[in-house]
């Protein structure tokens, strides 16, 4: 099946420091979608992307549907202890036999230290 | 209320025990989607229902069965539960017109 890489596995950052993560894969995705979550808790939806180039941001938090179509990335700026949590990228695969069906990375878990 | 419940939220069971996991949503969403998280793993789809007529299987459907009893419900059921089958479960939603999925709470199964 389609397979999404997402990077890093992990991070450990400073409170106020800035963070990157991203999702690439080998196949051409319709849409990129940004998933939080918290521990004990589903994923929450943070930002969704339907089109090439997109850049789209939700407070701090900044996305980019890759030009190639094969990328995303998600930036979260002036990183605070809430921040704490798992960031999944999903992406509906283009083509018919994945229609309705999303993707998901394997999760980038993001510490934040006071 | 929330849009997407799950019950139960926490389950112990043992080895060859029926067990079924039930979704409910108010948010009027055609699709539902079962999925199973590992450690690790992120998230795999088990089944999916385009409608309450439409029932398909996901990457990992061996083991488990689903019942979409009307639009806003669809339960999983672990006909002879089996201690690799002890993960955290979640059910979401999406509309037919978009690829955006919400997730319910969850349910952390274990199985002994």
């Known amino acids: 099946g389609q397979q999404l890489n997402q990077s890093p596995q992990s991070m450990f950052i400073q409170e106020g420091e800035d963070v990157s993560m991203n999702c690439t894969s080998s196949s051409i995705f319709n849409t990129w979608l940004w998933y939080k979550q918290d521990p004990g808790e589903g994923p929450v939806l943070l930002i969704a992307?339907?089109?090439?180039?997109e850049l789209t941001s939700n407070g701090r938090l900044t996305a980019q549907f890759g030009i190639t179509r094969k990328d995303s990335f998600l930036n979260i700026s002036a990183s605070i202890p809430s921040d704490v949590g798992i960031y999944f990228c999903a992406g509906q695969p283009a083509g018919g036999t994945s229609y309705g069906k999303l993707t998901f990375g394997q999760g980038t878990i993001l510490t934040v230290h006071p | 209320d929330a849009d997407v419940t799950q019950t139960p939220r926490n389950r112990i069971t043992k080895t060859g025990k029926r067990i079924m996991l039930e979704c409910s949503q108010t948010k009027g969403h055609d699709r539902m989607y079962w999925y199973r998280q590992d450690p690790g793993l992120g998230l795999r789809l088990i089944y999916y229902?385009?409608?309450?007529?439409?029932?398909n299987k996901g990457e990992i459907s061996d083991g488990y069965s689903v019942s979409r009893q009307a639009q806003a419900k669809f339960s999983l059921s672990l006909e002879s539960a089996i201690p690799n089958q002890t993960a955290l479960y979640f059910c979401?939603?999406?509309?037919?017109?978009?690829?955006?999925?919400?997730f319910g709470p969850g349910t952390r199964l274990t199985v002994l």
């Open positions: 979401a939603t999406s509309e037919s017109s978009t690829d955006t999925q919400y």
């Open positions: 229902s385009f409608d309450v007529k439409d029932i």
């Open positions: 992307l339907y089109k090439a180039g």
